[in-house]
């Protein structure tokens, strides 16, 4: 069965080609304490601060979202960090940590990955504010890549391509 597209091209291959386009993530908005580079996010003092991108998730759009961050710099001294998504509106968080829940953090729904010089955790709004463990401490040059799974509804992370 194949559907005139006026350029001869059969509709399966079109669908096909449709299922893997790229849309670009920037980040837009962070905190005071933060800078927006172009192709990166960086911490000018140290503290709490939230940066967040221009893509807005429809949950109800089947879709895989995949994010790669690379740690380049640290300051192993004061060194800890959250990726993750927040239904927060911004610019509402951008001077705290998201991934900080509880009666003086975020009470809007966020999953995050986050690490210290010793150990992983997750963050979620209904887990306590300081998280549980989770995975591995990250390091410098380390890869973490978020994986967003709108129809599954589940949220991966992986440290150098390791789950």
Known sequence: NHT???DNTPSLVLSGC????????DFT??????RINQDSVTMR????????GKLRIDMDVPYIYRWQFQIVQTNYQFFSFSIG????PPPNGIES???VSGMY?????FYAYG???QRGYKFAVRLPPKGIKYGECVQLNDKITMVLNTEQKTLQFYKNGVS
Do not use: W
Not at 18 to 25: D, I, P, Q, S, T
Not at 105 to 109: D, W
């Open 105 to 109: 953090g975020n009470t809007h729904p």
């Open 29 to 34: 908005q962070c905190g005071s304490k933060m």
């Open 85 to 88: 998504i927040d239904s927060q």
């Open 97 to 99: 940590e998201f991934s």
């Open 4 to 6: 005139d597209t006026g």
């Open 45 to 52: 003092f140290v503290g709490q601060s939230t940066a967040y």
């Open 18 to 25: 449709l299922l893997y386009f790229v849309v670009r993530e």
């Open 115 to 117: 690490a210290d010089p």
